[in-house]
């Protein structure tokens, strides 16, 4: 864990040093100078370069030895050969924080992670910040300390919600600050963290949280390194009101893993990752566009994501498309009538019906106060939490008459909702006063505005998360591994049916004749199941028997079961056979956990058989949710209808299925020894008869 008086080093250093200092240009030591100096570090620079002893006009030591105690941040503008050396020379001078431009370390094979960790060894011994190596270093906008060589526009946006940028990705951090730059978004400051030898992008995340002028934190990451100490500061930016916006890239990686069947391949890496990070009040997002959208939009607007979005548009067929991108991407469009929206009825034409999207057609362009008319009935709206204004914008002229005529409208009404304006045809004619005057007025104006849909959709539908906890307190399971990596069915069903999960009545039997006891007692028909930790997927290898409807028939399976066996593992071991009353027919569910080394319990529900092999209908949870989130979630996979009396069959016992996810969740999170539980199939049945798993496999 990095301290944070030390990040304070690094971030609003008071000193600052550039190893392998230049004035040749286009040299990194020379680009990290001229970046200081234009943008007016009021600290003492100090410059080392072994062959020089001055450098524009500044005096230039000749090694990291020579430099004065306890500088506060250091800029290694040096090649790779000579960073162990400077590194070991800034600890001797106990300097505060080091930016490592050089790359060539973990990524670069065996060798350079060997220095990569010598590299942490000494931060950590040093008690020094470690920003990179392979990094872009970072601009403080703030308070004027550029430690890159990037040569970065002005930012001249002030306020205070601030925006803090912090990417693993030097380029991508980079590319995000300047689109904040070029929007007049107030930034805070870009970090690139690189390969984070000594210092990651939870150590960043969680000191901008402490930052009070931060409202906004967007972020890129190919890999969190540390994703308890990530989900931590990103709750404790949930509870300090902060928004955090991450792009994780991966996504396809998950979606490679799909076709198989069990809980650990459906539930790939991202979408693991995913669970998790939203539990903890992340917003996550696909696409640097839609990363820069949301960040903005958030920066602009405290309060923003509660209640539905009312649309302005101006063409009939516009409006037709943003109800379909809404309901695609869920964003809430209230419905709006002539009936109950008086103020908007008035507002409008006659032949202009009261609708949302509203469609206004072409009467702003011959009555101007049309817009003004129309936002100020819906500002006063308690319905509407957001108002998106979608402009056709084809020639400077007719554009500046419809911008003016909005701005009028603000300047007057001083919403308090957010007021977000996109274009219907980008690239038209927008003058770049009206795009600034829009801004200056504390609205957000987009390109287009299926953008703004979109960015919406994601803020508003993390605002409507439900980050109340159900029950996580159930005791671990004793004794596991005695039993082996992988617990055989009959035994995982005595672990998972004394947690309250529901099975089908069986017994385990040794012989013919025990099996036929025990058909008698639980009743016909029956089927046999080979027991053993070496056949985890019995089915493959013959090992299962459905079916038998009399004694006679069981003697049948039992031999046909052995010769199957016999067959296709002859050296297998059996702890026995099932023998298991056979369920009724109802639908059929896939339910799993999955125990990840880094991220914990993630549980798994969707709908079984064809639908996970081919459809992969499934969804993830984290393992704390309440019921009624759980069955909510639920509801959204594609083929729900089937639990809701689809074509007149009964209406499914889904809260029973929601009793077997928490139930499951609890048992998972509180025995980290668990690697995966597969429950495949569960039978869900009318509602009130409950849900039944015919198959459990726990694995370590």
Request: glycine residues 10%; charged residues 20%; proline residues 6%.
């Amino acid at each position: 864990m990095t301290d944070m008086m030390n990040l304070d080093r690094l971030l609003r250093p008071r000193s600052v040093a550039i190893i392998g200092a230049s004035d040749k240009p286009g040299a990194l030591g020379a680009s990290v100078l001229a970046n200081l100096e234009r943008q007016g570090f009021a600290g003492a620079i100090h410059l080392v370069n072994p062959k020089r002893i001055e450098i524009g006009g500044r005096p230039c030591v000749a090694s990291v030895d020579d430099l004065p105690e306890g500088v506060d941040a250091a800029i290694l503008a040096i090649p790779r050969v000579g960073v162990l050396d400077a590194m070991r020379g800034l600890a001797r001078r106990g300097a505060g924080a080091a930016v490592i431009f050089s790359a060539g370390f973990a990524e670069d094979g065996p060798q350079g992670l060997a220095d990569q960790e010598e590299i942490a060894r000494i931060a950590r011994e040093a008690g020094m910040v470690v920003e990179g190596p392979n990094c872009l270093g970072l601009v403080n906008f703030r308070d004027n300390v550029s430690l890159t060589f990037i040569d970065m526009p002005p930012a001249r946006a002030q306020g205070d919600r601030r925006v803090g940028i912090v990417s693993q990705s030097g380029a991508m951090a980079a590319v995000l600050a300047t689109t904040m730059i070029h929007r007049d978004v107030p930034l805070n400051c870009y970090i690139s963290t690189g390969n984070e030898a000594a210092s990651g992008i939870e150590d960043y995340l969680a000191y901008l949280v402490d930052q009070p002028d931060t409202a906004v934190i967007g972020m890129i990451a190919e890999h969190i390194r540390d994703p308890a100490r990530f989900l931590a500061a990103a709750r404790a930016a949930r509870t300090a009101g902060k928004q955090v916006v991450l792009l994780h890239p991966g996504r396809s990686a998950a979606g490679a893993a799909s076709a198989a069947t069990h809980t650990g391949a459906m539930a790939g890496d991202h979408a693991v990752m995913a669970v998790h990070v939203e539990r903890a009040g992340v917003i996550l997002v696909d696409s640097l566009e839609e990363l820069g959208d949301v960040v903005e939009i958030l920066a602009r607007n405290a309060a923003i994501g509660t209640g539905g979005t009312g649309v302005i548009a101006e063409s009939g067929a516009f409006k037709a498309m943003m109800l379909d991108l809404s309901e695609a991407v869920e964003l809430d469009l209230p419905a709006l009538s002539d009936a109950d929206s008086p103020a908007l009825r008035a507002a409008l034409p006659d032949f202009v019906p009261v609708t949302n999207p509203l469609d206004v057609t072409a009467q702003g362009l011959v009555d101007p106060g049309l817009y003004g008319r129309t936002l100020s009935a819906l500002v006063n709206d308690d319905r509407i939490g957001t108002i998106l204004v979608t402009l056709i914008q084809t020639a400077p002229a007719t554009s500046h008459i419809k911008f003016a005529a909005v701005l009028d409208a603000l300047a007057t009404l001083r919403p308090t909702k957010p007021i977000i304006i996109g274009g219907v045809d980008e690239g038209g004619g927008v003058l770049d006063a009206d795009i600034a005057a829009l801004r200056d007025a504390g609205a957000t104006y987009l390109p287009t505005a299926e953008r703004a849909v979109r960015a919406l959709a994601r803020i508003s539908g993390a605002a409507a998360r439900d980050f109340a906890a159900g029950p996580l307190n159930a005791e671990p399971v004793a004794d596991l591994a005695q039993l082996g990596s992988t617990i055989p069915e009959y035994r995982s069903k005595e672990i998972m049916g004394a947690r309250g999960i529901a099975f089908p009545a069986f017994a385990l039997a040794q012989t013919l004749e025990e099996a036929v006891l025990a058909a008698d007692r639980l009743g016909y028909p029956v089927v046999l199941k080979a027991q053993s930790p070496e056949l985890p997927h019995k089915s493959d290898a013959g090992g299962v028997i459905v079916g038998l409807k009399n004694r006679e028939e069981l003697a049948d399976g039992w031999a046909r079961l052995a010769a199957n066996l016999a067959a296709s593992r002859p050296d297998l071991s059996l702890d026995g056979v099932l023998v298991e009353g056979m369920a009724d027919k109802g639908v059929e569910l896939i339910v799993g956990a999955r125990n990840d080394p880094h991220w914990g319990a993630t549980i798994l529900v969707g709908f079984g058989g064809v639908a996970a092999e081919l459809l992969h209908d499934v969804c993830l949870l984290p393992p704390d949710l309440p019921r009624a989130a759980i069955i909510t979630r639920i509801r959204k996979l594609r083929m729900a209808p089937l639990l809701d009396g689809f074509r007149g069959a009964p209406v499914m016992d889904i809260e029973a299925v929601a009793d077997v996810v928490q139930r499951l969740g609890q048992m998972v999170a509180a025995t980290p020894q668990i690697r995966e539980v597969d429950l495949n199939p569960v039978i869900v049945y009318p509602q009130g008869k409950g849900a039944l798993a015919l198959d459990a496999l726990i694995s370590l």
